[in-house]
């Protein structure tokens, strides 16, 4: 990603860094004069990129929760999913998210047989905790989730799913492992449950053991057994979960291998079903370091799952966007081809830097991904070949930072571009600014060419909260590591009284506009309402002088941050923030007790704005990449079956232009798609370069932008907020008299403890069969639709000792008149009383029939407000064919000859190819079929006159470019003459 805005392509502030740049070259300040060096040779590969870190244990709750478009960035390959209808968790059936998983490009799904018991850890309702059932039960449940697959699964799927019987023995069961009795009831269990699963569903893929952690004396047992009794399983899993976990992984992984080759059995994919801890998920500098881990191995590997299902194990923002974290799955992702031998300043060591690299020669780039360290990073790397790079790079560096677990993160910025010239061993060094150990970075290497990718990082300063001048009972707190991260180990907390408050000064380099990103946490609830999470709220005051009441969305806890931003208009200078508790120092507001994280102050002068080029797009089918000239620096040219897929981040709910660049054999229309919905008009009128831009409405967080056409080269994708479009959007209050509400449905008025966000009144008690109907807004026209509730739903189950077990409600929304009904799903949010936006696409058919929204079987969520916005409100297509044109000049000239006027026109082809050419004037015309190329020819124009006026003698010359023919029509002036 890039940025053309020169106002965001000028500088970037890190605390403690300072880079400018723009254009090719970024000059660097370092934060200090320590370095931490990481290495990297090309030329050694370590195999193809296997990128089996992207797994997820409970990645998914309900179907697009989250959605197709954040699951796909991620690159989800595997999950592993509660049974169809088990009781363990109230979603995330295997087979009710399938849909969505496989649609999003997902390869395969494991199902834990024992998430059919109701309790954890695995025991029938009423029955306590870790009580083993006995066989026979078991064998029961087993043939019930097996059987539910089989009836829904055709065989030629099978291999989309595994089948896992056993998670945790060593925990839940079968812990006692020295009594004989204990071991060998898990052998005996073990084999029957093989047996009829193979027996039910033949040739499934059946994984063992699921250990909880690793031990090689249980894992020797068991293999030996499962040889000797011919029930091997086709996977082997394990979980990896601790810190140390990072140090002893090789440890591990060889005495595993060791055990096989002992036992004579053929080494068996490996899948660590559960890896890291709740200090590691949505952290980019902890999460680089598993990533790097499990892909130096060539292993798969799921994230762990602790706090809620269908968010990606801590990554996904609400249901739609991704945060900090997110972008570095993303990236990962996005590497193809090899990896190569990346050495780190201590391999294998916790809470240090490690990184990934991959060479894809195809793409001609290179990529680096790296991370967890606390101080600069000097990169040298060697190896890169002069055939595939030339002997000068590019060199693009991004960065994504911790935003919270629910927290948005947008497009990670670039924070430097270098051109390096290549050492003879095809090396170079760059530094990394770096001084925050929770932030990764992408490191991409490609050819030098004309239009080297330029800074786009807007001004930013970072504030810890801790670091802050407090009073009123304002205090630090400092969490342990194995805790929920939080920014810094620390934040602040204790605003629950009228005199609390966080006071900050920051220096802001220019006049303009301005957004404080305050990262919180809320937990606290009303008395007596044990499920709702007060919606926090502030006071800004700033230079002394209140500004604005700081709204907050509830969050699940205090460590579980979230994000919001709050624009202000700042001066040029030093300016003091103050977020009190209080707006009137006397009165402390509603949800105001919540904990502070960090602040992050950005310039936001500029209009949302990026870039994203073609060569850097996610490609699928037949393709090649073209580097050369252009704003692009190439493109990426698609086959038949070509695809060239774009994550797009959009910051806001709302309207932006959004600008193919593209060029073409000939007449074309593209296949677009933005999230699977079609985008038609996309097309060429001939061959050459053209742009296309759509006025397209997104949800706020991660849209899937895909284009093929054959022959068509995606040079790249720039996408703008476009404010004024949002004019198209037509909002609804749900309390509005115009909204028809069946009996029952209520307007409610939050209690003011609650602290809500709440647009005036809300529709509550929308239970089964109630519904809401929306009169058709004015010019919404039969189309495709975003249709945008602003919901809150707090539903859960209670009692897992750790897990949200949070409920997605529904509603479905149907067009009067119309065909179809659409159900959109709304996940919990912690409070009833915390409105988030949520996006349900839809297409109406007519062009007044009004919208219904109701749930006919259970409860739908709250409901504030509807906005209804059209796709795509316009579409325009531009060509940037150069006008062809022929190189030929022209010069006249009169003189006399035996007292007669004559003019003489000397016409020139300077072009590479020959032309007619027809020369006229007010005496005559003369034409010459053919000019060679660098040839002159000459006409004299006999006037019989003593004397002519000044005149124009005009050429005409025509040629055939590129098939077509081109004329060109040159005008040379005379003099007048008299002969007299």
């Given at each position: 990603m890039f940025s053309r805005s020169p106002l965001r392509a000028t500088s970037v502030l890190l605390a403690g860094a300072l880079i400018a740049g723009g254009g090719a070259l970024a000059t660097v300040v370092p934060a200090s004069a320590a370095t931490e060096v990481v290495t990297v040779d090309f030329s050694d590969s370590t195999g193809p990129v296997h990128g089996g870190a992207a797994g997820y244990l409970y990645g998914l709750s309900d179907p697009d929760v989250p959605t197709t478009s954040v699951i796909a960035g991620a690159g989800v390959k595997h999950l592993t999913q509660m049974p169809e209808g088990g009781e363990q968790h109230p979603n995330g059936g295997a087979l009710t998210v399938s849909d969505t998983f496989f649609r999003a490009g997902g390869e395969e799904i494991y199902i834990n047989v024992q998430d059919q018991y109701p309790q954890w850890g695995y025991a029938n309702a009423g029955v306590p905790s870790n009580t083993y059932p006995g066989q026979a039960d078991y064998l029961e449940k087993v043939r019930h989730v097996v059987q539910k697959v089989v009836d829904a699964v055709e065989p030629e799927h099978y291999d989309r799913y595994v089948i896992t019987p056993f998670n945790e023995p060593d925990w839940i069961w079968y812990g006692n492992w020295g009594s004989a009795t204990i071991r060998e009831q898990f052998f005996a269990d073990w084999d029957a449950a093989y047996r009829l699963i193979q027996e039910i569903m033949p040739g499934v893929r059946v994984a063992a053991t699921g250990e909880a952690q690793w031990n090689q004396t249980r894992v020797r047992d068991f293999l030996t057994h499962a040889k000797a009794n011919n029930t091997l399983p086709q996977i082997f899993t394990w979980h990896e979960l601790d810190n140390n976990d990072l140090r002893d992984w090789p440890t591990h992984l060889a005495q595993y291998r060791q055990i096989e080759d002992d036992l004579g059995i053929a080494d068996l994919p490996i899948n660590i079903t559960e890896y890291g801890g709740r200090r590691d998920t949505g952290v980019p500098g902890r999460m680089i370091q598993w990533l790097s881990t499990f892909e130096g191995s060539k292993v798969d590997a799921q994230i762990a799952y602790w706090t809620y299902s269908g968010n990606l194990d801590d990554h996904v923002a609400q249901t739609n966007g991704g945060n900090g974290a997110w972008w570095l799955l993303k990236w990962y992702a996005d590497l193809t081809g090899e990896t190569v031998r990346l050495t780190p300043p201590a391999i294998h060591q916790p809470s240090t830097i490690q990184g990934i690299a991959a060479l894809d020669e195809q793409k001609q780039a290179a990529t680096v991904l790296v991370g967890g360290g606390a101080i600069d990073v000097d990169l040298s790397f060697t190896g890169l070949d002069s055939v595939t790079f030339g002997t000068e790079v590019d060199v693009q560096v991004s960065r994504t930072t911790f935003t919270g677990q629910e927290g948005f993160a947008e497009q990670p910025p670039i924070i430097l571009t270098q051109r390096v010239e290549l050492d003879a061993n095809g090396g170079g060094k760059i530094t990394i600014p770096n001084n925050y150990v929770m932030d990764a970075y992408q490191v991409v290497f490609t050819p030098a060419v004309e239009a080297a990718p330029e800074v786009n990082a807007p001004w930013k300063v970072r504030t810890e909260a801790e670091s802050t001048t407090l009073a009123g009972g304002a205090s630090i707190t400092t969490?342990?590591?194995?805790?929920?991260?939080?920014?810094?180990?620390?934040?602040?907390?204790?605003?629950?009284?009228?005199?609390?408050?966080?006071?900050?000064?920051?220096?802001?380099?220019?006049?303009?506009?301005?957004?404080?990103?305050?990262?919180?946490?809320?937990?606290?609830?009303?008395?007596?309402?044990?499920?709702?999470?007060?919606?926090?709220?502030?006071?800004?005051?700033?230079?002394?002088?209140?500004?604005?009441?700081?709204?907050?969305?509830?969050?699940?806890?205090?460590?579980?941050?979230?994000?919001?931003?709050?624009?202000?208009?700042?001066?040029?200078?030093?300016?003091?923030?103050?977020?009190?508790?209080?707006?009137?120092?006397?009165?402390?507001?509603?949800?105001?007790?919540?904990?502070?994280?960090?602040?992050?102050?950005?310039?936001?002068?500029?209009?949302?704005?990026?870039?994203?080029?073609?060569?850097?797009?996610?490609?699928?089918?037949?393709?090649?990449?073209?580097?050369?000239?252009?704003?692009?620096?190439?493109?990426?040219?698609?086959?038949?079956?070509?695809?060239?897929?774009?994550?797009?981040?959009?910051?806001?709910?709302?309207?932006?232009?959004?600008?193919?660049?593209?060029?073409?054999?000939?007449?074309?229309?593209?296949?677009?798609?933005?999230?699977?919905?079609?985008?038609?008009?996309?097309?060429?009128?001939?061959?050459?370069?053209?742009?296309?831009?759509?006025?397209?409405?997104?949800?706020?967080?991660?849209?899937?932008?895909?284009?093929?056409?054959?022959?068509?080269?995606?040079?790249?994708?720039?996408?703008?907020?476009?404010?004024?479009?949002?004019?198209?959007?037509?909002?609804?209050?749900?309390?509005?008299?115009?909204?028809?509400?069946?009996?029952?449905?209520?307007?409610?008025?939050?209690?003011?403890?609650?602290?809500?966000?709440?647009?005036?009144?809300?529709?509550?008690?929308?239970?089964?069969?109630?519904?809401?109907?929306?009169?058709?807004?004015?010019?919404?026209?039969?189309?495709?639709?975003?249709?945008?509730?602003?919901?809150?739903?707090?539903?859960?189950?209670?009692?897992?000792?750790?897990?949200?077990?949070?409920?997605?409600?529904?509603?479905?929304?149907?067009?009067?008149?119309?065909?179809?009904?659409?159900?959109?799903?709304?996940?919990?949010?912690?409070?009833?009383?915390?409105?988030?936006?949520?996006?349900?696409?839809?297409?109406?058919?007519?062009?007044?029939?009004?919208?219904?929204?109701?749930?006919?079987?259970?409860?739908?969520?709250?409901?504030?407000?509807?906005?209804?916005?059209?796709?795509?409100?316009?579409?325009?297509?531009?060509?940037?064919?150069?006008?062809?044109?022929?190189?030929?000049?022209?010069?006249?000239?009169?003189?006399?000859?035996?007292?007669?006027?004559?003019?003489?026109?000397?016409?020139?082809?300077?072009?590479?190819?020959?032309?007619?050419?027809?020369?006229?004037?007010?005496?005559?015309?003369?034409?010459?079929?053919?000019?060679?190329?660098?040839?002159?020819?000459?006409?004299?124009?006999?006037?019989?006159?003593?004397?002519?006026?000044?005149?124009?003698?005009?050429?005409?010359?025509?040629?055939?470019?590129?098939?077509?023919?081109?004329?060109?029509?040159?005008?040379?002036?005379?003099?007048?003459?008299?002969?007299?």
């Open positions: 969490h342990n590591a194995d805790q929920q991260a939080t920014s810094n180990g620390r934040d602040v907390r204790g605003f629950g009284n009228a005199a609390a408050s966080s006071t900050w000064t920051v220096e802001v380099p220019a006049d303009g506009k301005y957004l404080l990103g305050v990262h919180y946490g809320t937990q606290e609830k009303v008395a007596g309402d044990t499920l709702n999470n007060k919606v926090g709220r502030h006071a800004l005051f700033l230079d002394g002088a209140f500004s604005t009441v700081v709204q907050y969305s509830s969050t699940l806890n205090y460590v579980y941050k979230g994000r919001v931003d709050v624009p202000v208009e700042l001066t040029a200078g030093s300016h003091t923030f103050s977020l009190r508790s209080s707006q009137n120092g006397t009165t402390a507001l509603p949800g105001s007790n919540i904990a502070l994280d960090k602040f992050e102050l950005t310039d936001a002068s500029a209009p949302e704005a990026a870039e994203y080029r073609g060569t850097a797009a996610r490609l699928s089918g037949d393709w090649e990449i073209e580097r050369g000239a252009g704003e692009y620096g190439g493109s990426a040219v698609l086959g038949d079956d070509g695809i060239a897929a774009f994550y797009l981040g959009a910051a806001e709910d709302g309207y932006y232009d959004v600008t193919i660049d593209y060029r073409t054999p000939g007449p074309q229309e593209l296949d677009v798609t933005v999230n699977e919905r079609p985008i038609t008009g996309v097309a060429s009128d001939g061959a050459g370069l053209w742009s296309t831009t759509a006025t397209i409405h997104f949800a706020k967080g991660v849209q899937e932008l895909a284009v093929s056409g054959a022959g068509v080269g995606v040079e790249g994708v720039s996408v703008v907020r476009n404010r004024a479009a949002d004019s198209n959007v037509a909002v609804i209050e749900a309390e509005s008299p115009a909204v028809q509400r069946s009996a029952g449905i209520t307007v409610e008025t939050p209690g003011a403890a609650y602290g809500s966000n709440v647009n005036g009144q809300f529709a509550g008690w929308i239970q089964a069969g109630r519904t809401l109907t929306i009169p058709r807004p004015a010019g919404t026209e039969a189309g495709q639709y975003n249709f945008l509730v602003n919901y809150a739903n707090a539903q859960r189950r209670v009692g897992h000792p750790y897990n949200t077990d949070g409920i997605t409600r529904t509603a479905d929304i149907t067009e009067t008149g119309g065909s179809t009904s659409v159900t959109g799903q709304f996940r919990h949010n912690y409070s009833f009383y915390s409105f988030w936006w949520q996006n349900v696409p839809i297409e109406l058919v007519t062009d007044d029939g009004a919208i219904v929204v109701g749930n006919p079987a259970g409860d739908a969520p709250n409901i504030d407000a509807f906005q209804l916005a059209k796709l795509v409100t316009a579409i325009d297509t531009t060509s940037r064919n150069p006008v062809p044109s022929l190189d030929v000049s022209a010069e006249a000239s009169t003189r006399c000859v035996a007292g007669k006027a004559v003019v003489t026109v000397k016409s020139t082809n300077d072009d590479d190819m020959p032309v007619s050419m027809a020369v006229s004037s007010a005496f005559g015309s003369k034409t010459f079929a053919s000019v060679a190329a660098g040839k002159s020819v000459s006409n004299v124009f006999t006037t019989r006159l003593g004397s002519v006026l000044a005149g124009v003698a005009t050429v005409q010359a025509t040629a055939s470019v590129g098939a077509e023919p081109v004329t060109v029509t040159i005008e040379a002036p005379y003099d007048a003459r008299s002969c007299g």
